[in-house]
């Protein structure tokens, strides 16, 4: 038996509200003599970063973090208090989150659809941006106030100190990021369902 296939037109307004060129792959869903279409592409919840992009910020903000002590010829270096691994976490953790954040955010934005759903997304873009700077300054230090209430005077020696620092900032730029590709996202595809019989023609072959 030969395999039927179906042409569905798809209204101009339909296309234009989904962002959909021609040519371009879609998903089409047939229920209830209702059709369900979608532009076919990776869903942002299971991306995978790859591990140069995670990697970068982190491999520099410690090479930051080495430099900077042996400069000042700090060899041992305290948890917490003035010229602390604390102290380096919430600032270069600050500055290397919010970059990762931002690049997370703006790559992620290039796969969504839809005119009215990219606006929306620059839209929020510095509002999420500043509420998580804001949020990672608050959460880093009060995590490192009960570290230091906990471990009251603790130091290192400059090479573990780098360790324990690229630990912290590896963790930091991972939460970032992954707050960047799921949380507060607007719909990047919202699917669009038609009667056929109404707002498309199905021509059978």
């Not at 042409?7 to 792959?25: R, T």
């Not at 509420?131 to 990672?136: E, H, R």
């Not at 970032?176 to 990047?188: E, N």
Request: include cysteine.
């Amino acid at each position: 038996m030969a395999k039927e296939t179906h042409h569905v037109v798809i209204p101009d307004a339909i296309m234009e509200d989904l962002d959909i060129k021609d040519g371009e792959q879609v998903e089409v869903t047939l229920k209830d003599k209702e059709a369900v279409i979608r532009p076919k592409r990776t869903d942002t919840g299971t991306q995978t970063i790859s591990l140069r992009f995670f990697l970068i910020p982190t491999v520099l903000a410690g090479i930051a973090f080495l430099a900077y002590f042996i400069y000042f010829q700090i060899l041992q270096v305290p948890m917490t208090g003035k010229n602390s691994i604390a102290q380096m976490v919430i600032v270069l953790g600050e500055l290397s989150g919010i970059a990762t954040f931002a690049v997370a955010y703006i790559q992620n934005h290039r796969q969504i659809h839809g005119r009215d759903h990219r606006r929306r997304y620059w839209r929020i873009f510095p509002t999420m941006l500043l509420s998580f700077a804001i949020i990672l300054a608050f959460v880093t230090s009060v995590f490192f106030w009960v570290i230091g209430y906990m471990f009251e005077g603790v130091s290192f020696d400059i090479y573990t100190a780098t360790g324990l620092f690229l630990l912290f900032i590896s963790i930091v730029n991972y939460l970032m990021i992954y707050s960047a590709l799921f949380d507060f996202q607007p719909p990047s595809s919202q699917p669009c369902f038609f009667r056929p019989s109404l707002a498309a023609s199905l021509a059978r072959l």
